[in-house]
T-cell receptor, first 109, second 116 residues
């Protein structure tokens, strides 16, 4: 199976930057996903990294180091609407997508 | 359709009753997945379909759970003789293909199941 670890909660101020770390152990690695999930809603896709390095997409960036089994999601210029749970998910070369328990980010004014 | 749809959105049932949850994937998506999310927990993978075939059912929690997919489209997850521990949000997702786990999955709104 997979061990996927991410912090349970983070709090930050509006306009600030927050970095959510995710570490994983898996076989047959085939990419790492980040999803955003607002309370009571379905997860929505944010990013996918399969090669090492940083992928930037607007205010959100995602980084991957395959050798270290490590990824982070960087949220810049935080807005109140960014308050949500952020899920790290590891894809395998069979078919499964294994999710971490999620990091709840609270943005305060 | 525009996105993945699921029905019912909420289901309250009595312990021991059977329930049927429905998922309608994005048109043209060949892969379909079922997950379960208990309160405060991560998503638990249950089963996936490639077309109408479910090659691996080992993620289903018990033999009370079954799923089928017909016509390469709609899927039904059935829970027989429901137990209180089955209470959770059941999420369905679809992707264009199975592509070895690298395909983006698009999620439906989920069915919130409460077993009394």
């Amino acid at each position: 199976g997979q061990n996927i670890d991410q912090p349970t909660e983070m709090t930050a101020t509006e306009g600030a930057i927050v970095q959510i770390n995710c570490t994983y152990q898996t076989s047959g690695f085939n990419g790492l996903f980040w999803y955003q999930q607002h309370a009571g809603e379905a997860p929505t896709f944010l990013s996918y990294n399969v090669l090492d390095g940083l992928e930037e997409k607007g205010r959100f960036s995602s980084f991957l180091s395959r050798s270290k089994g490590y990824s982070y999601l960087l949220l810049k210029e935080l807005q109140m609407k960014d308050s949500a749970s952020y899920l790290c998910a590891v894809g395998r070369d069979d078919y499964k997508l294994s999710f971490g328990a999620g990091t709840t980010v609270t943005v305060r004014a | 359709g525009a996105g993945v749809s699921q029905s019912p959105s909420n289901k309250v049932t009595e312990k021991g009753k059977d329930v049927e949850l429905r998922c309608d994937p994005i048109s043209g998506h060949t892969a379909l997945y079922w997950y379960r999310q208990s309160l405060g927990q991560g998503l638990e993978f249950l089963i996936y379909f490639q077309g109408n075939s479910a090659p691996d059912k080992s993620g289903l929690p018990s033999d009370r759970f079954s799923a089928e997919r017909t016509g390469g489209s709609v899927s039904t997850l059935t829970i027989q003789r429901t137990q209180q521990e089955d209470s959770a949000v059941y999420l369905c997702a679809s992707s264009y293909s199975i592509a070895g786990g690298g395909e983006t999955q698009y999620f439906g709104p989920g069915t919130r199941l409460l077993v009394l």
